[in-house]
Antibody
Framework: EVQLVESGGGLVQPGRSLRLSCAAS????????MHWVRQAPGKGLEWVSG????????GYADSVKGRFTISRDNAKNSLYLQMNSLRAEDTALYYC??????????????????WGQGTLVTVSS | SYVLTQPPSVSVAPGKTARITCGGNNIGSKSVHWYQQKPGQAPVLVVYDDSDRPSGIPERFSGSNSGNTATLTISRVEAGDEADYYC???????????FGGGTKLTVL
């Protein structure tokens, strides 16, 4: 059974930093890209960042580029999100999500087939 | 960046068919995926690659995609289908994943 368990959320002041973690189990972690998706209170889903299986390809939403850093440790089956210079608009539930893999052509399938339950980040003074 | 447009809300009576649209420029050339999110829960993938269903998703959920509109169709709607639904694509030009704004399905 695939399990994704996020941790590291909490209340933080604007301008400060926070590091989120996601512990994965139930699948071969280093075969798949992984992502962070967030959801502000009462709002829709927003893709934040993604990282390929070997960390060779990394992407960020424009709203977090330059402030957030995604990383992974395949030996520990773990995904991370380092969030710096946090703003009030970063307040959200942050989900860890497993990538759906690749087509035979090598193109990404592009969807998220498993999600964690999320960890809440609140940025407020 | 690529934009996906969904109606904020759709209402349907039990036993009827609900159709939720997702608009995007030439979206028919992309693979569209759909998620169901119930209050207080994480999203669940209900349709991928336009019209395929993950294991465990009822056949009542189906999808189509052509031109500038993708559609999620839920047949024989049940009270338990009441949720928010999101469409999503991979934008190859930016290598970003993009979500629609979400549609709240209300079962009357």
């Amino acid at each position: 059974e695939v399990q994704l368990v996020e941790s590291g959320g909490g209340l933080v002041q604007p301008g400060r930093s926070l590091r989120l973690s996601c512990a994965a189990s139930g699948f071969t972690f280093d075969d798949y890209a992984m992502h962070w998706v967030r959801q502000a209170p009462g709002k829709g889903l927003e893709w934040v960042s993604g990282i390929s299986w070997n960390s060779g390809s990394i992407g960020y939403a424009d709203s977090v580029k330059g402030r957030f850093t995604i990383s992974r440790d395949n030996a520990k089956n773990s995904l991370y999100l380092q969030m710096n210079s946090l703003r009030a608009e970063d307040t959200a539930l942050y989900y860890c999500a497993k990538d759906g893999g690749y087509y035979g052509s090598g193109s990404p399938r592009g969807y998220f087939d498993y999600w964690g339950q999320g960890t809440l980040v609140t940025v407020s003074s | 960046s690529y934009v996906l447009t969904q109606p904020p809300s759709v209402s349907v009576a039990p036993g009827k068919t609900a159709r939720i649209t997702c608009g995007g420029n030439n979206i028919g050339s992309k693979s569209v995926h759909w998620y169901q999110q119930k209050p207080g829960q994480a999203p669940v993938l209900v349709v991928y690659d336009d019209s395929d269903r993950p294991s465990g998703i009822p056949e009542r959920f189906s999808g189509s995609n052509s031109g500038n509109t993708a559609t999620l169709t839920i047949s024989r709607v049940e009270a338990g289908d009441e949720a928010d639904y999101y469409c999503q694509v991979w934008d190859s030009s930016s290598d970003h994943r993009v979500f629609g704004g979400g549609t709240k399905l209300t079962v009357l």
